[in-house]
């Protein structure tokens, strides 16, 4: 007689991430409605924060607010970009400008 082996499933349970997800959607939802009633109120959350910042807890809210923002932001500049290439020109044009001297006519000082 062969014994037949079950294999014990891996992951997460069936049906699962259904509940994270609606949980999900229920704090966005709640929040938005906060930010409504803020809005109501004449205290938007813009000048919430700016009020904040005012008081002087400017590094605390800046710290809070980092956590959801990107952390890593690439430009996508590479050597051969336009971009690049202006700003260049320009840092040579500059050069160019501040080894030049400065002549001084004294006849148009009368």
């Known amino acids: 007689m062969v014994k037949e ?3 014990r499933k891996r ?3 069936v049906g699962s991430s259904i509940r994270t ?3 999900v ?3 966005r939802e709640e929040l938005q409605k906060s930010l409504d009633i803020l809005v109501d109120r004449g205290q938007p959350l813009s000048q ?3 009020d904040e910042m005012a008081a002087g807890n400017s590094s605390k809210v800046l710290n809070s607010l980092g956590k959801y923002l990107p952390q ?3 430009l996508g500049l590479s050597v051969t970009s336009e971009f690049s290439q202006a700003l260049k020109i ?7 400008l501040e ?8 006849d148009s000082d009368s």
């Not at 320009?90 to 160019?96: A, G, K, L, M, Q």
């Not at 080894?99 to 004294?106: A, F, G, K, R, V």
């Open 21 to 23: 997800l609606s949980l």
């Open 90 to 96: 320009v840092s040579s044009r500059y050069d160019e």
């Open 5 to 7: 082996i079950i294999k």
């Open 72 to 74: 890593d932001i690439n």
């Open 25 to 27: 959607h229920l704090i």
């Open 48 to 50: 919430l924060l700016a």
């Open 11 to 13: 992951g997460r349970p």
């Open 99 to 106: 080894n030049e001297p400065i002549t001084i006519d004294s």
